[in-house]
């Protein structure tokens, strides 16, 4: 808790403050950014979460998955289909 004179804050307001200005920042970045880029981070993000869907599909009759979290869909979602074979080889030899 800031005990500052005549202000009481506790932490998690200060955290709610700053998430909501980085969430400002980045809905005012979106607006700016062109919609041609916007289109093909979303067709590369479905592209990408279905070759996550079909690898973890085929992989579990040979034991192979990918866990799908916030990374790996991130990864899957930004590259599209590179950032899946991204994954796999990064399972492969990492793992």
């Known amino acids: ?3 500052l004179p005549g202000l009481n ?3 998690s307001v200060v955290i709610a403050f ?3 200005i980085i969430l400002i920042y980045l809905i005012g970045r979106l607006f700016l ?3 041609k880029l916007i289109i093909r981070l979303i067709y590369n993000a479905i592209i ?3 070759m996550l869907w079909i690898v973890n599909f085929i992989g579990a009759y040979f034991s192979f998955t990918i866990a ?3 990374v790996t869909a ?3 979602g930004i590259l599209g289909i590179p950032g899946v074979i991204l994954l796999i080889l990064f399972k492969i030899f990492v793992a």
């Open 18 to 20: 700053f998430f909501g």
């Open 1 to 3: 808790m800031f005990n």
């Open 48 to 50: 990408g979460g279905i």
């Open 74 to 76: 991130l990864v899957a």
């Open 68 to 70: 799908i979290n916030p």
């Open 9 to 11: 804050w506790d932490v």
């Open 33 to 35: 950014m062109p919609i």
